[in-house]
């Protein structure tokens, strides 16, 4: 539970004052334009004092978050935006410009938010480049409460939250990441930020991955931020040197209330040294949860112990959970419950006498998977899994089997000689080439590269400019699914990164984006395709080279 102190200290000095706003929250909405938006619009707009909006539970496309994002301009005493599961059933590549439009509204407002959620909006790293420009502007220098869980993330993704919050100071109280694969990498990024805020009273970052390195990282900025009341890592790989890693920063935690480190991996090590950090720097914990570490007897009892040293224990204690663990026999656990008392949840028949023994009480060594640390990065997950296959090359799919082929050699070195060589309907050519791919996200990247191959040769060749235009018509008509096409294109543009690093463009950019220019505003292109692409060459005009900004700034139509 999070309390909002201003909050209450305006209820104490305000008695008689209420929070006024606009809740829309789960009437499943789904929002495609201006017109669908029409009763949220109104709504803002007949709110005089609008502290709150709230639109969890709806689906808003970019069209109709604009229009939301107009009323909102007018309101600066916003104070709460509660957008989390906003965005069911878009596309990936159209919640950045969406996210985007409302920062834009509240920015032009001049609004000093306090607690922004956008939990269990599945937007990846590119959603966090729509939110960047918001979390950097003064909108968010009073954000006190920032709720992220389940976003999908990543590392990369982590790594621009980081550089986002670090743009300016920033004193948040609440942080919540959970469920975002942030690994080791997301975490050591975020830690930099913790440390240097420094006002942190809750930090929740459960099932990210994240190993030992990553929690020691997060260990030293947990010194940083004495306040913290509230911590909670559970299903992460902490182990027994992660473990030693919190212990080392108990002695600067000395408001710390509450813990979850349930399914860590501690085992008795981790567990004694935790035990030995509260029971040394008088950490008087009033929840803990260390269920489900393989811990042994002896050590849960060294847990109990020193949860139950100091006096007033049995009144400051409501939630100790040891479930899942070696507890012993039904002597111990009595002894167990004896000490303390109702808020011990010890789950009888979880734990047996002899269940891990043979090394509950000798497990000083990390288990093999964690010495192997991370075991595999986001990009090997992906490729292994099939999440993200958007990122293979071509050189690492079934898309070209025999190099020897035209088209192969083509794709392989896509100069005017070789696509000339693959006659007068090389577009055709090269789709009934490429359909040989079963997996969707695979075969829309292969199309797209083979786009840009052909797209870059079009400022040399006619016939190479009408390929182009016909293959751009292919690609968007074997597109079941929009996101995969936009984040193949973003990639393939340069307008986003690939996060495999064996990605190589092999195209003349500025050429694609003659091509695109004049294919962007015909019927057949998606509307949401087009404002996604828009977003982001607006977004990344001022780092584009010289050959390709100059292209694009003769075409507006690209960029507004």
């Known amino acids: 539970m999070s309390f909002d102190l201003n909050a209450i200290c305006t209820a104490l000095n305000e008695p008689n004052r209420t929070v006024s706003g606009v809740d829309f929250s789960g009437r499943s909405l789904k929002l495609d334009n201006e017109n669908d938006a029409q009763p949220i619009v109104n709504a803002i707009n007949a709110c005089p004092d609008l502290e709150y909006l709230t639109l969890t539970g709806n689906t808003l496309g970019v069209e109709a978050a604009r229009a939301i994002a107009k009323a909102l301009a007018q309101h600066p005493e916003l104070k ?9 059933g878009r596309m990936k590549t159209e919640i950045p410009p969406a996210l985007s439009a409302l920062g834009d509204g509240m920015i032009e407002a001049g609004a000093r938010l306090s607690i922004l959620d956008l ?32 976003n999908g993330l990543g590392i990369t993704g982590g790594r621009l939250l ?22 080791n990498e997301g975490a050591k990024a975020l830690a930099g930020v913790f440390r240097s805020m420094g006002t942190l009273e809750e930090i929740a970052m459960p099932q990210n991955g994240i190993y030992h390195v990553g929690i020691a990282a997060l260990s030293e900025a947990l010194k940083h931020n004495p306040r913290l009341a509230r911590l909670n890592l559970n299903d992460n790989t902490v182990g027994p040197r992660g473990a030693a890693a919190l212990a080392a920063a108990l002695p600067r935690l000395k408001n710390l209330k509450s813990i979850n480190f349930g399914d860590c991996l501690l085992k008795s090590s981790g567990a004694r040294a935790l035990a030995q950090g509260l029971k040394e720097n008088s950490v008087l914990l009033e929840s803990v949860d260390l269920s489900h570490n393989e811990i042994g007897r002896e050590a849960c009892m060294e847990v109990v112990d020193a949860l139950t040293a100091p006096p007033d224990s049995a009144e400051r204690l409501t939630r100790v959970v040891l479930a899942g ?8 656990k009595q002894t167990m419950k004896s000490k303390l008392g109702p808020s011990a949840e010890l789950s009888d028949g979880e734990g047996s006498e002899d269940e891990y023994v043979s090394g509950s009480e000798d497990d000083d060594d990390e288990s093999e998977q ?14 292994e899994t099939g999440l993200d296959t958007g990122n ?32 007068s309907n090389a577009a055709d050519v090269i789709d009934v080439h490429l359909q040989s791919i079963h997996d969707p996200e695979s075969l829309i990247h292969a199309y797209v590269e083979a786009l840009c191959c052909v797209s870059g040769l079009s400022a040399d060749s006619a016939s190479a400019a009408e390929s182009a235009s016909r293959l751009f018509h292919t690609v968007v008509a074997r597109a079941k699914q929009q996101w995969p096409l936009a984040n193949a294109l973003l990639r393939a543009l340069q307008l986003i990164k690939s996060e495999n690093k064996d990605y190589k463009v092999r195209w003349r950019l500025s050429s694609c984006y003659l ?12 509307n949401a395709l087009r404002d996604t692409l828009k977003f982001f060459i607006s977004s990344k005009m001022a780092t584009f080279p010289g050959e390709v900004k100059d292209i694009v700034e003769k075409h507006p139509n690209l960029y507004t």
């Open 392 to 423: 293979v090359t071509l050189e690492q799919t079934d898309i070209v089997k025999e190099v020897e082929t035209d088209v192969g050699k083509f794709l392989h070195e896509p100069t005017l000689d070789n696509l000339t060589k693959l006659g």
């Open 325 to 332: 663990n070696s507890l012993g026999g039904a002597a111990n």
């Open 515 to 526: 091509v695109l220019a004049k294919q962007i505003d015909e019927p057949y292109f998606p």
């Open 162 to 183: 980081a550089k986002a919050l670090s743009a300016n100071p920033r004193s948040l109280r609440v942080f919540i990441a959970g469920r975002n694969r942030l690994e």
């Open 370 to 383: 964690e010495n192997s640390e991370d075991s595999a990065t986001e990009d090997a997950q992906h490729f």
């Open 80 to 88: 709460t935006a509660r957008f989390s599961d906003m965005f069911t």
């Open 119 to 150: 939990s269990d909006n599945a937007f990846g790293p590119i959603g966090v480049e729509g939110l960047a420009k918001l979390l950097q502007s003064d909108v968010c220098s009073q954000l006190q409460e920032l709720r992220l869980n389940n």
